[in-house]
């Protein structure tokens, strides 16, 4: 339950970004809320040791989210999907904190490699992560970029294949 309501907390947050602060009940209303609360419920029966029960919340979510999220992925607390059809992770898929996706986000493995996901990143919509590559912390994935290479914390992947834009200095 902690891990939920620290991903409404963090959804409160992109939701009030550049405005007045949005109330928590909007943010439980609103389009992917239910897809996350799915996910964690699959995850902690998961880690419970139920995982044959754990599919229960991944069936529900692929049919009423259109979200496919591998009952073993792990993500920190502040784990947002901001739209969540068309959203597809591996179950070897690890993130860490913030980690925020758009729609039709496809994060998978290949060849046995998967990604592994820093802290406060944001991914865009229809973006695609796969193999053994490292997203570093506070890192962005421009939408529709097809990431196979690590980013560097702070930096921008953008493109097919995605290319890496340094942080703009201050």
């Not at 229809?126 to 196979?148: C, E, F, P, S, W």
């Not at 560097?152 to 703009?168: D, K, Y």
């Amino acid at each position: 339950m902690k891990l939920l309501l620290s991903d409404l907390r963090a959804k409160q947050v992109l939701y009030g970004e550049g405005g007045p602060p949005v109330s928590l009940l909007k943010v439980v209303l609103a389009d992917g809320t239910l897809a996350n609360a799915l996910y964690r419920l699959q995850a902690w029966l998961a880690r419970i040791g139920l995982a044959p029960l754990a599919l229960i919340p991944h069936i529900l979510n692929k049919w009423l989210n259109g979200c496919v999220i591998g009952v073993k992925a792990q993500f920190g607390p502040g784990f947002v999907l901001i739209h969540p059809v068309g959203v597809v992770i591996n179950s070897s898929v690890r993130g860490g904190r913030n980690v925020w996706l758009e729609s039709s986000v496809v994060i998978g493995e290949n060849r046995g490699g998967f990604p592994r996901l820093g802290d406060d990143i944001f991914v865009g919509s229809g973006a695609k992560i796969i193999g053994a590559v490292a997203v570093g912390d506070r890192a962005r994935v421009g939408a529709n970029a097809v990431v196979l290479h690590d980013v560097p914390a702070g930096h921008t992947a953008l493109g097919i294949p995605a290319r890496m834009r340094p942080p703009r200095a201050n």
